[in-house]
């Protein structure tokens, strides 16, 4: 159904926000629009601990030694299915004003662009791996120092044996060696795996967090009060991220 007429630019058709396909009054539909549109329950979480591109091999040296990461695991996707919640990163502008050029106006102009930080929600495995894996990242961000230099990593953490002296000290390491992209994937259900062989796949949206670290591991209440599956939230701070859009497959 056409809107009146009247203005510029003109507002286009009028529609029903509706999903349950064209109403009986022949106004379209949101699905007549849109089609089918995404749900939130569909993407994944890639750490991308590995990535030589970021430091080399000292944090991954870290987590081994800590027994985060066994010796044959060279690949961290099993921390990666973890994940039971994510935020796609917002961008917004810093703003200046600029009053009294125009009467009776204030102007406003963008100076800088500002990321934003970034949280995931984990699920905590019943061997505690997941909330070392960050805890052992952070370690190795700003490791302790003894009075025989830096403390090691450990399989028990840095207070089983050493670090309980009260003139330990810590000291933040070079960025390079920490930093790491993170990668958050959206995806839609629409899979076509009836050939095993050549799997077709919809189109899908890749962000990807240049310079990520962990800057907080938000507190794990506990309580008797009924059980419920622990989860903590981490979040990350980065320098920027780029957009990757793949078109998929399914017409192919």
Not at 27 to 53: C, E, W, Y
Not at 105 to 127: A, H
Not at 199 to 215: D, G, I, N, S, W
Not at 223 to 247: A, D, L, P
């Amino acid at each position: 159904m056409a809107a009146p007429d009247r203005g510029s630019p003109r507002i286009g058709p009028l529609y029903l926000k509706m999903t349950e396909g064209s109403p009986s009054n022949g106004m379209p539909s949101a699905r007549d629009i849109f089609g089918n549109l995404s749900l939130t329950s569909q993407f994944k979480v890639s750490l991308h601990l590995t990535n030589v591109d970021a430091g080399g091999s000292g944090l991954m040296s870290w987590l081994r030694n800590s027994n985060v990461i066994t010796g044959n695991q060279t690949k961290n996707y099993v921390y990666d299915f973890y994940c039971a919640e994510a935020v796609i990163p917002g961008v917004q502008f810093d703003v200046t004003e600029e009053m009294g050029s125009r009467q009776g106006t204030i102007e406003r102009f963008p100076t800088r662009r500002i990321f934003p930080e970034f949280t995931m929600t984990f699920y905590v495995d019943n061997e505690y791996n997941l909330i070392r894996l960050f805890e052992e990242w952070m370690n190795y961000i700003n490791p302790l120092y003894g009075g025989t230099g830096e403390l090691p990593a450990s399989p028990r953490g840095q207070g089983d044996d050493l670090g309980k002296d009260r003139t330990d000290f810590f000291r933040f390491r070079y960025p390079d060696d920490y930093k790491r992209i993170i990668s958050l994937t959206k995806f839609e259900r629409n899979f076509d795996s009836s050939d095993s062989n050549n799997v077709k796949f919809p189109p899908h949206l890749t962000y990807r967090m240049l310079e990520a670290f962990p800057t907080n591991i938000t507190a794990m209440p506990l309580t008797y009060e009924g059980s419920q599956i622990v989860k903590t939230t981490v979040t990350f701070q980065y320098i920027r991220y780029v957009m990757e859009k793949n078109y998929g497959n399914l017409d192919k």
